[in-house]
């Protein structure tokens, strides 16, 4: 059994072809998006969805479904790269970041299927499997305490091996304790919760993830709006991604459609149900 379910490309672009061979995967941020974003609609939307369903949902949970939705509609974007070739994802997991209390580190929780999930399924998946985290009995759990007992000299090794095994040759790892596709296809992480209005986090060159989404601190600021200035929440939605699986073509659309996604979260929900 794979890894990840995966198709290859019939036939890579040009530029993706070119990428290839011009590049290695990436040890560091290759390009960076940033877009300010009128958060008016959004924070109302997530405050009625959030009491009808009893569960809060916050403006990283409307990230996580405007990317998850975005990437469902351009499959082309949710991409890995082995043996330097381009394979689409069959399915669309969103990698949230989580805080451990007490420890001062971060984990995560993989939302599968989340281009088929709203807002509020992905808000409480997320809290629940947030809580697994914090308690330790997470499907990192495991990936963490074989950490602890390695060497830090030995990490880059044995971190690119178990890269190699689960991505280049797509095996599945469970039975050693390593979670199956553990990252997913975009990692989204809040920074806001810590007070950061903005910033740009790394890829993670053993997840094989090629995006990685910020969202800001809302704060309230000068926004132009017909014309007139007026205070608005404003959130800076920041990526990081690799060149080699999105051109500018197919980061612009995946921003358009997250723009418009947090522009007006209820119509567009409101649309896509019709």
Not at 115 to 128: C, F, G, H
């Amino acid at each position: 059994m794979p890894n990840i379910e995966l198709r290859p490309f019939k036939r890579p672009s040009m530029w993706r072809r070119m990428s290839l061979a011009n590049w290695r995967a990436p040890t560091d941020p290759q390009v960076y998006g940033r877009m300010e974003l009128d958060m008016t609609r959004a924070l109302a939307y997530a405050e009625e969805v959030g009491a009808a369903a009893g569960v809060k949902v916050t403006p990283t949970h409307l990230a996580a479904r405007a990317v998850a939705y975005a990437l469902g509609r351009h499959p082309a974007a949710n991409a890995l790269i082995r043996w330097n070739r381009v394979y689409e994802r069959k399915t669309v997991d969103v990698f949230c970041q989580v805080a451990i209390p007490g420890k001062n580190d971060l984990s995560g929780a993989v939302i599968r299927d989340a281009d088929t999930k709203d807002v509020t399924e992905i808000a409480r998946e997320l809290k629940e499997r947030a809580s697994r985290v914090r308690e330790g009995t997470d499907e990192l759990s495991e990936s963490r305490r074989l950490l602890d007992v390695i060497p830090a000299f030995m990490y880059r090794l044995i971190l690119g091996i178990l890269s190699f095994f689960q991505y280049t040759l797509n095996l599945d790892l469970r039975f050693m304790g390593l979670p199956k596709d553990a990252f997913g296809s975009v990692m989204v992480t809040s920074i806001g919760s810590l007070g950061i209005p903005e910033g740009w986090a790394p890829l993670v060159p053993m997840s094989r993830c090629p995006m990685v989404i910020s969202v800001g601190a809302v704060l309230d600021r000068p926004w132009v709006v017909d014309g007139r200035i007026e205070i608005r929440p404003i959130c800076v939605v920041s990526a990081a991604f690799d060149h080699r699986v999105m051109d500018g073509v197919s980061g612009g659309r995946l921003g358009r459609e997250v723009q418009d996604y947090l522009a007006d979260p209820a119509a567009w929900e409101a649309s896509e149900r019709a």
